[in-house]
């Protein structure tokens, strides 16, 4: 008997602290499972989806894969915010590091050779509308929405949305949806073709909101008035989806994938080891620390104040100007241009003339 280098694992077998993990009738289920952070991803958690992924592709048991998040209210809102705060705005360097696992879990999607069918159980914010982008087929809640924030947090959506939005929506669209970060309401994402079905999922009492207002949605989200969320015909829909897609060959459902990924793969590959370079730089500079800062301090962002810096010829890159400033008293060099005193002896610092507007 031929020893098999890849043998079937149980999914209880991996030790996932922020990832639900199962197998079972042909289909593995990969669950973010932070729903007290509305799911976005922690370090850790990208580590684990890529881990998840890389062993269903694997499976041989395994022929269709569901990515979705826990709970009802998000299916995941992208990067944790307080997270980037606390580790990457003060290291940057480490946000490369970062980007690197962020990719590996978009690459797994892209590369499992099977269907991954996002099953949108709430809002698909930043990150998490790009891995849902990612995904091959979506079916998306009634009162979900979709939405992309970069502009907003000090951040560019480079790690799927500014490549696949083109792709997907045309190129005004993308635009639109890139350049505003407006919430892509369930009905409009449909229409728009960012996913491939929407299920109702609001009820009053016994009876189905077909059509559910954003009134309605809010009620149900809050248990009001009898609304209520319920998920049971999102997840009978998935289930009938992935039955459907099983009923088919595994080797040629992989080639189909990955002749219908050529245009997300050239895209995907000439882009993002840019933008992993880039944002790994730009954490250096002040638009992520003001725009991440903001959003933790739940405040709006000062979006007017660096352009008014820049404008009257000051720095809108860092906080306090360049690292030009000499301390006369103690030779203290790369003191912010900006200081009035020396960070090192407290020496009076001279003025820097800035460029004038």
């Known amino acids: 008997m031929t020893t098999r280098l890849f043998e079937s694992r149980p999914a209880a077998a991996f030790t996932f602290r922020d990832v639900l993990y199962e197998k079972g009738g042909g289909i593995a289920r990969i669950t973010i499972n932070r729903p007290q952070h509305y799911n976005a991803y922690s370090t850790a958690a990208l580590d684990e989806l890529g881990t998840a992924f890389r062993d269903a592709s694997f499976d041989d048991a395994v022929g269709v894969i569901v990515l979705t998040g826990a709970?009802?209210?998000?299916?995941?809102?992208?990067?944790?915010?307080?997270?980037?705060?606390?580790?990457?705005?003060?290291t940057p360097r480490d946000y490369w590091k970062y980007m690197a696992l962020f990719r590996a879990y978009i690459e797994s999607i892209l590369n499992t050779g099977k269907p991954v069918i996002g099953r949108i159980n709430g809002v698909?914010?930043?990150?998490?509308?790009?891995?849902?982008?990612?995904?091959?087929?979506?079916?998306?809640?009634?009162?979900?929405?979709?939405?992309?924030?970069g502009t907003h947090v000090g951040s560019v959506a480079c790690a799927g949305a500014t490549q696949w939005l083109p792709l997907v929506v045309g190129d005004k669209r993308a635009r639109q949806i890139l350049y505003l970060n407006e919430p892509i309401p369930a009905a409009q994402a449909l229409d728009w073709g960012l996913v491939n079905w929407v299920v109702p999922t609001v009820r009053r009492g016994d009876a189905w909101i077909d059509e559910a207002t954003g009134d309605e949605i809010r009620?149900?989200?809050?248990?009001?008035?009898?609304?209520?969320?319920?998920?049971?015909?999102?997840?009978?829909?998935?289930?009938?989806?992935?039955?459907?897609?099983?009923?088919?060959?595994?080797?040629?459902?992989?080639y189909t994938k990955q002749q219908t990924n050529a245009l997300k793969d050239f895209v995907w590959h000439s882009t993002v080891r840019h933008g992993q370079d880039w944002l790994a730089l730009h954490y250096a500079?002040?638009?992520?620390?003001?725009?991440?800062?903001?959003?933790?301090?739940?405040?709006?962002?000062?979006?007017?104040?660096?352009?008014?810096?820049?404008?009257?010829?000051?720095?809108?890159?860092?906080?306090?100007?360049?690292?030009?400033?000499?301390?006369?008293?103690?030779?203290?060099?790369?003191?912010?241009?900006?200081?009035?005193?020396?960070?090192?002896?407290g020496a009076p610092l001279p003025a820097i003339e800035t460029a004038s507007p």
């Open 124 to 149: 698909a914010v930043g990150g998490g509308n790009e891995g849902q982008l990612a995904c091959d087929l979506s079916v998306m809640a009634q009162h979900a929405y979709l939405k992309q924030v």
């Open 71 to 90: 709970g009802d209210r998000a299916f995941c809102t992208g990067g944790d915010v307080k997270e980037y705060t606390t580790s990457y705005v003060r």
């Open 285 to 345: 500079c002040w638009e992520p620390l003001e725009g991440m800062q903001a959003f933790v301090e739940k405040r709006a962002p000062r979006y007017a104040l660096l352009r008014e810096r820049a404008a009257q010829g000051g720095s809108s890159e860092t906080p306090w100007g360049t690292a030009v400033a000499v301390c006369g008293k103690c030779g203290a060099t790369g003191l912010p241009a900006g200081h009035r005193y020396c960070g090192v002896c």
């Open 219 to 254: 009620r149900a989200q809050r248990g009001e008035e009898g609304y209520a969320i319920d998920l049971s015909r999102l997840d009978a829909f998935v289930d009938d989806l992935a039955r459907r897609l099983l009923a088919s060959f595994p080797e040629c459902m992989r």
